[in-house]
């Protein structure tokens, strides 16, 4: 076999140049192979592919079995889609490392040395790779922490926003209503705003002009507030209320409407007060208020003038 082949080849380093000994050792390699093909190369590939096989089959099994389990726990979806994710990953690197040990034991090499080397070299590569350690150190935290689970919506360091695809140790998968799908390192997340925690404000404001009757818009406003309840009684934590006067300004008067909801009911309850404001407003007769701009042609302008100068002297 292929270790015994190499334990011979190996007895005589001391006694030859490097070059020397590597051509020897293919040589005689080659006349161990053609004497005895059997043991010496198809009996060595059939373990090589029956370890690669039983590795996949292997990796199918547990990945299966731990699906199986999370569809039967009674851990929250977005939560059990970040763990089952993490978990089927780390399975197949564990896997995959194993078997490449012991395709390297089929070859005849001591895997002594080769752990102890991979651990001097892990030493060197966490030096000389600490970008890669603190993606894994945060990854690990955001998954710990619960920070942000599969199917969440987010928004990373207030630029991106989108829904959570994956959460690994090293990378997150951000993909943005778009369909743009975004790969962060997560070391580069520092900032977190998740929309899918416990409950959700919607606030909506509404401006209308001074002239407008007050009493009116209020009693307008309980309206849709009333509408509101009914529609989402299931999905509300707090019903929606009428804050009252919020702003003065050069556009109107506004008021605003607030409701505390389900976070998967958010962007659905926001859409549906815009549209009950518009409907209710135009059946009460008030107008919402928008920017106007008016323009004067130079003699308009100057007639104005003129008026505003014929007014003052009438006061006088």
Known sequence: MFSSNLVILAEDNNQSSLPESIANKTKNLFINIIQDPIDNLLIPLGEIILIIILTIFAIRIIIGLVDKAF???????????????????????????????????????????????????????GFGAQNLVKDVITGFFLIFERQM??????????????????????????????????????????????YNREKMRAIIPVTVPYET?????????????????????????????????????????????????????????????????????????????YSRRVIYTPEQAQQLQVQGKEKEMVKV
């Open 149 to 194: 689970e599969v199917g969440d919506f987010v928004e990373i360091n207030g630029k991106i926003k989108g829904t959570v695809e994956e959460v690994g140790l090293r990378i997150t998968k951000i993909r943005e209503f778009n369909q743009r799908l975004h790969y962060l390192s997560n070391g580069m997340i520092t900032h977190v705003t998740n």
């Open 213 to 289: 009757n007050l009493d009116i818009t209020m009693n307008a406003l309980q309206e849709i507030c009333e509408q509101i309840k009914k529609k989402y009684e299931d999905h509300l934590i707090e019903p929606p209320e009428i804050m009252g006067i919020t702003q003065l300004d050069t556009n109107g008067v506004q008021f605003t409407i607030t409701a505390i909801c389900n976070p998967a009911e958010y962007w659905s309850l926001e859409r549906e007060m815009r549209k009950e404001i518009v409907f209710v407003l135009q059946r009460h007769g008030i107008e919402i208020s």
């Open 71 to 125: 569809s039967l726990s009674r851990i929250e979806s977005n939560q059990a889609n970040t763990l089952r994710k993490l978990i089927n990953s780390m399975v197949r690197y564990t896997f995959y490392f194993i078997s490449i040990l012991t395709i390297l034991s089929v070859f005849g090499i001591n895997l002594a040395p080769v752990l102890a080397g991979a651990g001097i070299l892990g030493i060197a590569i």
